[in-house]
């Protein structure tokens, strides 16, 4: 299967002997605060901008990622997804800066985006915000996020999500785990009315013969990140995936690997892959920039999955493959 701007052809059936590949690339940071007025600065936000006046600014580079786009661009990648922290404080500026990265990528049919925390660092408009990403972020069956222009940003992600986009034999599940979380706090919540939901989307007859990834910004996994950075209500999550499991789960955040499992109950466990940012100019492993290529296939009704891990060689200008993973 190659890349296709088709959105028809690529939410054919699954392949029997054929593979799917996906990418996803994480917390890009992309954009600047040079245009970040004194006003827009009065609230938490200020936090935000400090950190990345004294320390981000150096720590994320757009010419990066956009090497990861280019590189992406020469391997028959069938659909792409972004797990959040595309922006540092969610000002409206750097929603239009991000904006022409994702034009970059490809179509809003072929690139899944789902909001992180540094993208609601406060509350904000819709209208201000989320909207510049709107054809992103909604799934197969939305056209417009309900009362978008209505609502405030969180209301609105809360509308939104969860969804799902179906690419080839893949049924992408997104979250939302951002609130307005509290100041020096970076922690994720999924709203009650996002769990109900997820719970019957999950029964859904339609995805049953599907691949099911589900794309989450924060961590699932217990303690991977500080108390101030976690996801405050995981069980709840755990609970939800009893009955109906998902296949995948991938997440962003923790700007560093991770690949685990996630318990679910004592016999079933579901495979846990945690992305790096792909535009960190770290050189030290485990922070080094990546980009991540899944493939799936099927056969005798038993779904194999496996990733390659794409980290950035700053002496090369480029990123190099790992072995192939088994999922
Ligand atoms: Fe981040
Ligand atoms: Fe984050």
């Known amino acids: 299967m190659t890349n ?17 590949r996906f990418a996803q690339l994480s917390d890009p940071h992309l954009s600047h605060l040079k245009n970040a007025s004194a006003l827009e600065l009065f609230n938490k936000r200020i936090l935000g901008y400090l950190s990345w006046l004294k320390r981000r600014r150096n720590s994320h580079k757009r010419e990066i990622a956009e090497i990861a786009i280019a590189q992406l661009k020469q391997q028959q990648i069938d659909h792409y997804v972004v797990t959040g922290d595309l922006t540092h404080i969610g000002l409206e500026d750097e929603f239009k800066q991000v904006a022409s990265w994702l034009e970059q990528i490809s179509s809003a049919d072929n690139v899944t985006v789902i909001p992180g925390n540094h993208d609601l660092y406060v509350n904000t408009r819709w209208e201000h ?3 510049h990403w709107q054809p992103y972020m909604l799934g197969d069956d939305m056209t417009e996020p309900g009362e978008a222009l209505e609502q405030d940003a969180l209301n609105t992600l809360n509308n939104v999500y969860p969804h799902v986009r179906i690419r080839g034999p893949v049924a992408f599940i997104s979250l939302s785990s951002v609130f307005a979380a509290p100041w020096f706090r970076a922690t994720g919540k999924i709203s009650s009315a996002q769990i109900s939901k997820l719970k019957i989307l999950l029964k859904d007859p339609k995805l049953a013969s599907l691949c099911k990834v589900l794309l ?3 961590p699932v996994s217990k303690h991977h990140v500080k108390a101030r950075k976690e996801l405050i209500n995981q069980e709840e999550l755990i609970d939800a995936l009893i009955d109906t499991p998902v296949e995948l789960i991938l997440h962003g955040h923790a700007h560093s690997r991770f ?14 892959v945690g992305a790096a940012s792909c535009s960190s100019v770290s050189q ?32 090369q200008g480029l990123f190099v493959n790992s072995k192939r993973t088994a999922l």
């Open 4 to 20: 296709n701007s088709n959105h028809d052809t690529t939410k054919k059936g699954a392949h029997a002997n054929e593979s799917f």
């Open 129 to 131: 915000s989320f909207h």
């Open 216 to 218: 989450i910004h924060h």
């Open 259 to 272: 690949h685990d499992r996630l318990q679910i109950d004592e016999e079933r466990s579901i495979p846990v």
């Open 284 to 315: 030290a492993q485990p922070y080094r920039a990546q980009y991540l290529v899944f493939e799936v296939r099927q056969s005798d009704k038993q779904w194999h999955l496996s990733y390659q891990d794409f980290a950035y060689d700053a002496k």
